[in-house]
């Protein structure tokens, strides 16, 4: 059965501070790895897509890791601010087509992050 | 460019009544999908529409729920009767036929069942 597992469920950081989110998946076959950003009462905003050749890539202050050998991937994020508090999910594609599109999704529950000032 | 809409963003209905959702994708994306998100946990898929064809509605409650996209543009999702556990955020998103196929969410539509 396909599954996503993030840790911690939750976090609580002051303001300023970095972090690291993490996403162990267990998705055959792998066509790509998602990270959405969804602020409370709204809907997730991605914040990058790798495939199975990139090991990392960064959208401003965030930064996402994928080692497809062990089925991990990590999002880091440098120099919090409160506007960074949210939900942050990962989300892998089974689709066996080429580059995967957005079908066979398989998502995470969730990361809650909260900033403190 | 325009993201997707969704309509009502927040509906209380009691258990056994009907309500139905909406939404406007993307101009030119060609595949839709509904999603329900309940508190805590991350969005499952209910059904996916390509055009005005489906996909895939393998986890939707068929006996309750019912979905349509006449034209291959707006969609509706109807939901009746409800119940209890119904309450959730019932998510709209399309996605962009290039590459990797970015998916792209509206705000949602809140419903809370009593």
């Known amino acids: 059965k396909n599954q996503v597992e993030q840790s911690p469920q939750s976090l609580i950081i002051l303001e300023g501070k970095n972090c690291t989110l993490q996403?162990?998946?267990?998705?055959?076959?792998?066509?790509?790895l998602r990270w959405y950003k969804q602020d409370t009462g709204r809907g997730p905003v991605s914040l990058t897509i790798?495939?199975?050749?990139?090991n990392t890539k960064s959208n401003g202050r965030y930064t996402a890791t994928l080692d497809a050998d062990t089925k991990q991937s990590s999002l880091h994020i440098t120099a919090s601010q409160l506007s960074d508090s949210a939900s942050y999910i990962c989300?892998?594609?089974?689709?066996?087509?080429?580059?995967?599109?957005?079908?066979?999704?398989?998502f995470g529950k969730g990361t809650h992050l909260i900033i403190q000032p | 460019e325009a993201g997707v809409a969704q309509s009502p963003r927040y509906k209380i209905i009691e258990k056994r009544q009907s309500v139905a959702f909406w939404c406007n994708p993307i101009?030119?994306?060609?595949?839709l999908y509904w999603y329900q998100q309940i508190l805590g946990q991350g969005p499952k898929l209910l059904i996916q529409f390509q055009n005005n064809g489906v996909v895939d509605d393998s986890q939707l409650p068929k006996d309750r729920f019912s979905a349509e996209r006449l034209k291959g543009v707006d969609s509706t999702l109807k939901i009746q009767p409800a119940k209890l556990e119904d309450s959730a955020v019932y998510l709209c998103a399309s996605s962009s036929p290039r590459g990797a196929g970015e998916l792209f969410f509206g705000e949602g539509s809140r419903l809370t069942v009593l």
């Open positions: 101009s030119g994306h060609a595949t």
């Open positions: 996403c162990n998946y267990t998705v055959s076959p792998f066509s790509n």
């Open positions: 790798m495939t199975f050749s990139e």
């Open positions: 989300v892998v594609s089974g689709s066996p087509y080429s580059g995967g599109g957005a079908d066979g999704l398989t």
